[in-house]
């Protein structure tokens, strides 16, 4: 039954295909037809061509409804004090995020993105509270210095969760997502997949979160080695990474990537801990790569190592690190600048303005 | 006569002052108090903080009505191949701007901002057609590699349209003023100026504007070091730099950058261009400084000099390189969001969320 499941959800993950480039070379022509030296547009550009490719359209594109998922989960390991806020906070943060005061509810109002708040494992009973999905597959992860943190069965649970949120967000008409989490503790098993996957020492994949001091990163160094070295995660098998050393919602945020190239909807990936979700989804299949928009390159640590294994270039470089979606959101307007200029800018025939000479 | 006019030129620029630090650190205090990790929006908080010393405010920081001024000018040393395109595309694109259709029309509507395309010296007559401010003072700049640029009458008359027009849009409630150029051939006299204005080599300060290949660039430095030798600028003299190996429009932006100082008005300043003018403001009185936001780092070679030599980071790298104020227009929704991040975000206080334990 169980390896059905997971079974089924190789099946789902290794149907995605890269992306068909006939529509980027089709979008490059167009772009090169408008009134500006060609390329000028550096970054802009690119992100066109590659949302021409994922929406197979090279006519008008456009993005419509937009959704910033922010997945909620506590973690055991804060326990052995990796973390300078109490868990209480990842609750606290969920009823801040529902009455729309966090940093994320503020830079999605600005983008004109809905925020959706997803418990997949959060530390406190919610009572189906209005505007929270309850997506509830655990209290929090085990304690990873101790155990794994998760079963086999939770694992695919919250990878389903975001398979399952991208099909029924497909169908409610949204057409980019957005990448978001919330749980203290969660820069240390985001570490600990990091220095893994990308085979980077534990060392520089580590940082200070929201911001401890040397002591408290040195404990934390040194407590993902041991975590590595108890629970001996294969590292050529991400899932089996994201279940001894990740975090429900790394794994909801692996699934949405997954879910998002399945659709044929862009994902929009925001810092250190949903590059950690999309860095398990694309070792899976690199093939989801094409789907992915970075958003920005995070201060914490190990984010380098993520963008240059996947070798992707992110929008923006802000020295953001307080998660939640936050850098997702604030990449959004320069995607909708993107979308403006192949749409909207004059070609040179049209404006009667001469092309170059060479 | 003259002299009266320049000496009162430098009246005007020697009136400006650093910002008051004291709100600088009321802004600061007010941000750590808001439910994020201490600084960890990063660059935004920094954003914020610049915006509240200009604006001289703490409590609620607002951002009205937004102007972009592209300033147009021919340049005489584009008779020696610097450019791709030839001249008459100044005069194609300033139609163009008026019609709405170029990169900076489409990006200055996504960012809320209007845009004002001002004639500081386009080789065309335009009989006052409506939409374009007339400021013409000459038809275009002379060749440098044969005469300085401008007399010292030209150059200050271009000046003063840059601290006119920021005075005047100052009085209609304009509260955020951003620079843009247009004028075939300006990377050169950019060049120039960059390096003698930051000490750098002709070479390194030299790009591929509109995308020379390696001949026309290697003709390119050969002839702005030219230019350099006969003129003689004096490189402690940022005035006499502008006037012998600059341009109108690099004038004006210079311009508007002291004009934006005077009247308490951030200056969002585009790319290559544009921060060589905004580098003769600077290296007129560096106090100006406090007044600038650098919106991106341009493709440009020389703008790095630029920037390091002020010692400022811009907010966006996207690899731009197509001026008008595209790079300035596309930071708009950036700036704007570091201000509602600023008054929107709940306090810890008033979530209920716990403040961390260190």
Same mark, same amino acid.
């Given at each position: 039954?169980m390896?059905?499941?997971?079974?089924?959800?190789?099946?789902?993950?290794?149907?995605?295909?890269?992306v068909?480039?006939?529509?980027?070379?089709?979008?490059?022509?167009?772009? @090169?037809?408008?009134?500006?030296? $060609?390329?000028?547009?550096?970054f802009?550009?690119e992100i066109?061509?590659?949302?021409?490719?994922i929406?197979?359209?090279?006519?008008?594109l456009? &993005?419509?409804?937009k959704?910033?998922? !922010?997945?909620?989960? @506590?973690?055991?390991v804060?326990?052995e004090?990796?973390?300078?806020f109490? #868990?209480? !906070?990842?609750?606290?943060m969920?009823?801040n995020?529902?009455? =729309?005061?966090? =940093?994320?509810?503020?830079?999605a109002?600005?983008?004109g993105?809905?925020?959706?708040?997803?418990?997949?494992?959060?530390n406190?009973?919610? @009572?189906n509270?209005?505007?929270?999905?309850?997506?509830k597959?655990?209290y929090?992860?085990?304690?990873i210095?101790?155990?794994q943190?998760? #079963?086999?069965e939770?694992t695919l649970?919250?990878?389903y969760? =975001?398979?399952?949120?991208a099909n029924?967000y497909a169908?409610?008409?949204y057409?980019?997502?957005?990448?978001g989490?919330?749980? &203290?503790?969660?820069t240390?098993?985001?570490?600990? &997949?990091?220095?893994?996957?990308?085979?980077?020492?534990?060392?520089d #994949?580590?940082?200070?979160?929201?911001?401890? @001091?040397?002591?408290?990163?040195?404990?934390?160094?040194?407590?993902?080695?041991?975590?590595i $070295?108890?629970n001996?995660?294969?590292?050529?098998?991400?899932?089996?990474?994201?279940?001894k050393?990740?975090g429900?919602?790394?794994?909801?945020?692996?699934?949405?990537?997954?879910?998002?190239?399945?659709?044929?909807?862009?994902v +929009?990936?925001?810092?250190?801990?949903?590059?950690?979700g999309?860095?398990?989804?694309?070792?899976?299949?690199?093939?989801?790569?094409?789907?992915?928009?970075f958003s920005?390159?995070?201060?914490e640590?190990g984010?380098?190592a &993520?963008l240059e294994c996947?070798?992707?270039?992110?929008i923006?470089?802000?020295?953001?690190r +307080?998660?939640?979606?936050?850098?997702a959101?604030?990449?959004?307007?320069?995607i909708?600048?993107?979308i403006?200029?192949?749409n909207?800018?004059?070609?040179?025939?049209?404006a =009667?303005v #001469?092309?170059?000479e060479t």
């Amino acid at each position: 039954m169980m390896n059905n499941k997971k079974n089924k959800f190789y099946e789902i993950v290794n149907s995605i295909k890269p992306v068909d480039g006939i529509y980027k070379k089709r979008a490059k022509e167009h772009l @090169d037809s408008l009134t500006k030296p $060609e390329g000028s547009l550096g970054f802009l550009e690119e992100i066109a061509t590659s949302l021409a490719a994922i929406y197979k359209k090279t006519q008008h594109l456009e &993005i419509g409804k937009k959704a910033v998922f !922010v997945f909620a989960c @506590d973690h055991g390991v804060v326990a052995e004090g990796v973390s300078r806020f109490p #868990s209480e !906070v990842t609750r606290q943060m969920v009823f801040n995020f529902l009455n =729309g005061g966090a =940093g994320i509810n503020v830079l999605a109002r600005h983008a004109g993105a809905d925020v959706f708040v997803v418990d997949i494992g959060v530390n406190y009973e919610f @009572d189906n509270i209005g505007g929270l999905i309850n997506k509830k597959v655990f209290y929090a992860t085990k304690n990873i210095t101790k155990e794994q943190a998760m #079963s086999k069965e939770e694992t695919l649970s919250c990878l389903y969760c =975001g398979i399952d949120l991208a099909n029924q967000y497909a169908n409610k008409g949204y057409t980019l997502f957005a990448t978001g989490d919330m749980g &203290i503790g969660n820069t240390t098993p985001s570490a600990a &997949i990091t220095a893994l996957l990308t085979k980077t020492s534990v060392f520089d #994949s580590t940082g200070r979160g929201t911001g401890i @001091d040397d002591k408290a990163f040195c404990k934390k160094v040194a407590l993902i080695i041991d975590a590595i $070295e108890l629970n001996k995660p294969v590292v050529d098998d991400p899932f089996d990474v994201l279940m001894k050393v990740g975090g429900g919602e790394i794994a909801a945020i692996a699934g949405l990537c997954i879910g998002g190239a399945i659709n044929g909807i862009p994902v +929009l990936v925001d810092g250190f801990i949903s590059s950690a979700g999309a860095l398990v989804a694309w070792a899976l299949n690199p093939a989801i790569k094409d789907y992915l928009l970075f958003s920005h390159k995070s201060n914490e640590t190990g984010h380098k190592a &993520i963008l240059e294994c996947i070798g992707v270039r992110p929008i923006l470089d802000l020295g953001l690190r +307080l998660g939640e979606g936050t850098g997702a959101a604030l990449a959004m307007p320069i995607i909708d600048a993107a979308i403006k200029v192949y749409n909207d800018m004059a070609t040179f025939e049209g404006a =009667g303005v #001469s092309k170059s000479e060479t």
